[in-house]
């Protein structure tokens, strides 16, 4: 049992890193890495306009760092509790990462430029 509480801690501590990486990279790169948002990507150039890019981007920083305190807590609980938390982690991580790529004008609203 206790190496698969030391692999689930693992992969969690993983995400975490990774998605840290992520938001650290957009904070350092700020307006400029707008275009690996997937969904403002693929917006038609006369819809991207109506967004502001900066707050694009610290949206999606935000998010990032958001996924990464979240696997910081699937750690610690997937260490204190069951192992197999890990999973239930991952599995809504991945459910709100494949719902996310996909355009939705309800939630750039936040975004538009005033």
Known sequence: MERIIVIAVFICMMMTALLTAHGVVFTILGE???WLVKSYRDLPKEKRDQYDAGLVVNGARNGF???ALWFVLGAV???FVTPFLAVAFL???LAAF???RVFREQTYEKYKKR
């Open 32 to 34: 400029k890495c707008v």
């Open 98 to 100: 494949l719902r996310g």
């Open 65 to 67: 760092l958001l996924w």
């Open 77 to 79: 609980l997937s260490y």
């Open 91 to 93: 599995g809504v991580w």
